[in-house]
């Protein structure tokens, strides 16, 4: 069964394709890694899986639903999460207010419990935009997970964190793993590879190559374009 | 929860103290509180956009003055008691602040402030060009024989003291209640980050259109309570200047504070009296604060005491 | 044909005043609500100037138009320095901040112009009848009716206004000056690291706009009167005009001075001037809402 499903996307910027007539399908319960070099396009693609930037052409299905037309908020009420590359969180609120406006509830044990997840359950008065840069990204995180998405999408959720957290985050993810979806956009290859049940490669607006961690490995176009220019 | 009770204590601990205040004043400044305490009603209003929702309208007279006029021209002309007119005031802010949101809100910051005081300016000169209803600039006065509540007259000051209070203080438990409640703290949500809050799944245009009908309907409120207490209804309220009142009044008080409308009102009405008995260029004193606030003082008074001493004011 | 000539008149200086609140949207991104104020700042000094410089009323108004929109320019800088500077350019700050300037200016007048309107002598005003063809006893023949005139210094503001928007124009598209504003317009980042004083520019452009509306101001003043709350109109119509024109478009701001000025005299031959305001304000609204870009200027990036 697949959750979600992309037909033809494309977004075109100006005269460029940022993204050309992707046909993409994600598994229920699969963490999916999408990599490729800078400006290939992956933003794009989540950006207009999630609502947040239009598709100029094709589809984009949500659980046997055609959701291309919807907005992004009804997206999000249909089952999706989506955590910002760029952090986007309450700075001036603090972190109880964050989470209770990802929950929907102001119920202290639950936002409690989703704090807790990240580890900053003991941080919960504080006001967010005062936490460390990567605390910050565990509160975007929590925030996503709060949010009890079917799918998660992730983008770039481990850029400015230190070892010990990557580490937490991994744990994390697994803990999800089968309830949850989770569409995980990622440049840290160690943490793709630890993770991802399936990657895909994209460049220029194009999937390059698809794959288990161990083909895409493998796999010499990919090297050619991405990895081996680390 | 102690965040909870002290902030009920502090509403209902002011509810209280302005019931006393009421017996303890002299006449002279219990019809001046009255009219604080109308004019305060107004800037809650204005605070639910501009504080708390972050959407800041230059035409807000336009929902008071729809109160206003739809309250007293039912008075004055339609011959209804105070109850029902109160009422067709209220409907009349009410559907004025529903359209102007469905068409301004399609624009954002500088726009939004521009088109929505177009709006208003056009709601001044159509009060202006009806004169024949209005009496435009002169405005009418309300016959004090109608200005009754089964049987308590309005024009007595101590009764219209305590209604101006009943007012202020349903506005004032109502938003206050609102923002402790997820609908307020999505509203907050509106303000500090729109695009997070959408992609939390939330119709951003939905809670924004919502806090403008609470917004201009709460302004309308303050308008037909005006007309009803005072009896005095004209074009002065929905001209330019009085949109840019509450806009300072709530820069001054504080922003996004429960407390803050009606310490501004206060502060603003006394500063303006007092600089009234010297010069006719009281205006100038409204002009000087607004620089100083600018540069000086972006979250107002009651903004500064919770920066500095009380972070859990509401 | 007269209807056409008054309102040639009300355009050209509203078309100087819209430029200068044009021309700071377009550079600056900040609308500067006291705008109005400037141009009552200009017919007042004009007023000052006029009366206390004694012989023929021409030196009086050439003085006044020197020294007006120096005066008003000044001020401008000043409140650019003080204010603006200080809340960073941000765009909200600034309305509230300009909407404080409004009042401390206009109060201000109040205090030491007063609250009368007076009138400043025309430097010259000759009365030029205009001619009219019209089938008479001995067939077509001139004659010269008493209602279409007009006078000679009215002639005089139109020359006026077309010769500073030219010179304008010029400054725009062929001095370094008009370079360096043209570049911070576009990105002020670049125009940063490019060297540009973009802090310079922003007090030179402010000061640039204010002065354009005592400009306006001086030019109008033989025909209206100056007074305290004379800012109120100018400021409205100059935003129809900057809104309807694509804000910061130089070309459509002149274009929708025309048009509007021009039709102000011509409909309120068949509406009330308040239903024709009422109108104007209603279609500024909704050009904002429906095509931000304004109907003659391009999309904005």
């Known amino acids: 069964?697949?959750?979600?499903?992309?037909?033809?996307?494309?977004?075109?910027?100006?005269?460029?394709?940022?993204?050309?007539?992707?046909?993409?399908?994600?598994?229920?319960?699969?963490?999916?890694?999408?990599?490729?070099?800078?400006?290939?396009?992956?933003?794009?693609?989540?950006?207009?899986?999630?609502?947040?930037?239009?598709?100029?052409?094709?589809?984009?299905?949500?659980?046997?639903?055609?959701?291309?037309?919807?907005?992004?908020?009804?997206?999000?009420?249909?089952?999706?999460?989506?955590?910002?590359?760029?952090?986007?969180?309450?700075?001036?609120?603090?972190?109880?207010?964050?989470?209770?406006?990802?929950?929907?509830?102001?119920?202290?044990?639950?936002?409690?419990?989703?704090?807790?997840?990240?580890?900053?359950?003991?941080?919960?008065?504080?006001?967010?935009?005062?936490?460390?840069?990567?605390?910050?990204?565990?509160?975007?995180?929590?925030?996503?997970?709060?949010?009890?998405?079917?799918?998660?999408?992730?983008?770039?959720?481990?850029q400015g964190l230190a070892e010990s957290e990557i580490e937490e985050f991994n744990t994390l993810i697994r803990e999800l793993a089968g309830d949850t979806t989770i569409l995980l956009i990622e440049h840290n290859m160690s943490v793709v590879m630890a993770l991802a049940d399936e990657i895909t490669v994209l460049e220029t607006g194009k999937i390059l190559a698809r794959g288990t961690p161990a083909e895409i490995h493998a796999n010499a176009d990919v090297q050619n374009a991405y990895l081996g220019t680390g | 929860m102690s965040l909870d009770t002290r902030s009920v204590t502090l509403h209902l601990g002011l509810i209280a103290a302005l019931i006393v205040l009421g017996f303890v004043l002299p006449t002279y400044h219990q019809g001046n509180l009255a009219r604080i305490l109308v004019l305060a009603t107004y800037a809650v209003g204005y605070n639910v956009l501009f504080g708390y929702t972050g959407l800041l309208s230059l035409g807000h007279a336009m929902f008071f003055a729809a109160g206003m006029y739809g309250c007293g021209l039912a008075m004055h002309l339609g011959g209804v008691t105070v109850i029902p007119a109160l009422v067709i005031g209220l409907i009349c802010a009410a559907a004025l602040s529903a359209v102007v949101a469905l068409l301004a809100l399609r624009t954002i910051g500088v726009a939004f402030m521009i088109v929505t005081l177009m709006f208003a300016q056009s709601v001044y000169l159509t009060a202006l060009?009806?004169?024949?209803?209005?009496?435009?600039?002169?405005?009418?006065?309300?016959?004090?024989?109608?200005?009754?509540?089964?049987?308590?007259?309005?024009?007595?000051?101590?009764?219209?003291?305590?209604?101006?209070?009943?007012?202020?203080?349903?506005?004032?438990?109502?938003?206050?209640?609102?923002?402790?409640?997820?609908?307020?703290?999505?509203?907050?949500?509106?303000?500090?980050?729109?695009?997070?809050?959408?992609?939390?799944?939330?119709?951003?245009?939905?809670?924004?259109l919502a806090a403008v009908v609470i917004s201009g309907t709460i302004a309308g409120a303050a308008g037909a309570g005006y007309a009803v207490l005072f009896g005095y209804v004209g074009a002065t309220f929905a001209s330019v200047q009085y949109s840019i009142f509450p806009l300072l009044w709530v820069l001054l008080g504080g922003m996004g504070t429960t407390i803050g409308p009606l310490v501004g009102v206060a502060f603003m009405f006394y500063l303006i009296d007092y600089a009234s008995g010297i010069t006719n260029a009281y205006m100038l004193i409204a002009g000087a604060v607004l620089v100083l606030l600018t540069l000086f003082a972006r979250a107002g008074i009651v903004g500064e005491i919770r920066n500095r001493w009380a972070p859990w004011l509401p | 044909m007269l209807a056409i000539l008054e309102g040639a008149v009300g355009a050209s200086v509203l078309a100087l005043t819209a430029l200068g609140l044009s021309l700071v949207f377009g550079v600056m991104r900040v609308v500067n609500v006291a705008h109005?104020?400037?141009?009552?700042?200009?017919?007042?000094?004009?007023?000052?100037?006029?009366?206390?410089?004694?012989?023929?009323?021409?030196?009086?108004?050439?003085?006044?138009?020197?020294?007006?929109?120096?005066?008003?320019?000044?001020?401008?800088?000043?409140?650019?320095?003080?204010?603006?500077?200080?809340?960073?350019?941000?765009?909200?700050?600034?309305?509230?901040?300009?909407?404080?300037?409004?009042?401390?200016?206009?109060?201000?007048?109040?205090?030491?112009?007063?609250?009368?309107?007076?009138?400043?002598?025309?430097?010259?005003?000759?009365?030029?009848?205009?001619?009219?063809?019209?089938?008479?006893?001995?067939?077509?023949?001139?004659?010269?009716?008493?209602?279409?005139?007009?006078?000679?210094?009215?002639?005089?503001?139109?020359?006026?206004?077309?010769?500073?928007?030219?010179a304008f124009w010029l400054i725009l598209s062929r001095t370094r000056l008009g370079l360096i504003m043209r570049a911070t317009q576009m990105d002020r980042e670049t125009a940063l690291a490019f060297g540009i004083p973009v802090q310079r520019v922003y007090s030179i452009v402010f000061g640039l706009g204010a002065a354009l509306a005592a400009l306006a101001a001086v030019l109008i003043v033989p025909i209206q009167q100056a007074h305290y709350l004379m800012g109120h109109d100018p400021l409205l119509l100059s935003f129809i005009v900057v809104i309807i024109g694509g804000l910061g478009s130089v070309r459509g701001t002149i274009f929708a001075a025309l048009l509007i000025g021009m039709s102000d005299g011509v409909i309120s031959v068949f509406l009330s001037p308040t239903l024709s305001k009422i109108l104007a304000t209603l279609l500024v609204a909704l050009v904002l809402v429906f095509r931000p870009q304004g109907l003659y200027g391009k999309k904005m990036a």
């Open chain 1, 1 to 158: 069964m697949m959750l979600l499903e992309t037909k033809g996307l494309t977004r075109i910027y100006g005269g460029l394709r940022a993204v050309d007539t992707v046909d993409y399908t994600l598994a229920k319960g699969e963490i999916h890694a999408l990599i490729g070099p800078n400006g290939a396009g992956k933003s794009t693609f989540v950006g207009m899986v999630s609502g947040r930037i239009p598709a100029s052409e094709g589809e984009v299905w949500f659980d046997g639903e055609n959701v291309t037309a919807l907005p992004a908020h009804a997206r999000i009420q249909r089952g999706m999460a989506y955590t910002f590359q760029i952090t986007a969180i309450y700075a001036r609120l603090s972190l109880f207010d964050n989470v209770a406006l990802a929950l929907g509830q102001r119920d202290k044990a639950k936002v409690r419990a989703a704090l807790d997840r990240v580890g900053l359950a003991n941080r919960m008065e504080q006001i967010a935009g005062d936490l460390a840069y990567g605390h910050q990204r565990l509160l975007e995180i929590a925030m996503g997970v709060a949010q009890t998405p079917r799918l998660l999408i992730l983008d770039e959720p481990t």
């Open chain 3, 36 to 166: 109005g104020e400037f141009f009552m700042l200009g017919a007042v000094v004009a007023w000052f100037v006029s009366t206390s410089i004694a012989g023929h009323p021409a030196i009086g108004f050439l003085a006044a138009l020197a020294i007006a929109p120096l005066i008003a320019g000044a001020v401008a800088v000043l409140v650019d320095r003080l204010i603006l500077k200080n809340v960073a350019y941000d765009p909200e700050a600034t309305i509230v901040g300009t909407i404080g300037v409004l009042y401390i200016l206009q109060q201000s007048a109040l205090m030491i112009y007063g609250p009368e309107a007076r009138p400043v002598e025309p430097p010259f005003s000759h009365r030029i009848a205009l001619p009219w063809l019209e089938w008479g006893e001995n067939g077509l023949a001139f004659f010269y009716p008493w209602g279409l005139s007009i006078t000679s210094y009215k002639l005089f503001v139109i020359a006026a206004a077309i010769s500073i928007l030219l």
């Open chain 2, 129 to 208: 060009y009806l004169g024949e209803w209005t009496g435009g600039d002169e405005g009418f006065v309300i016959a004090q024989a109608s200005r009754q509540i089964a049987g308590y007259a309005l024009t007595d000051p101590l009764t219209r003291y305590y209604a101006a209070l009943s007012l202020f203080a349903i506005a004032l438990l109502i938003t206050a209640r609102m923002m402790q409640m997820s609908f307020g703290r999505v509203l907050i949500g509106v303000r500090e980050n729109e695009e997070r809050t959408r992609m939390l799944g939330y119709d951003v245009f939905r809670h924004k």
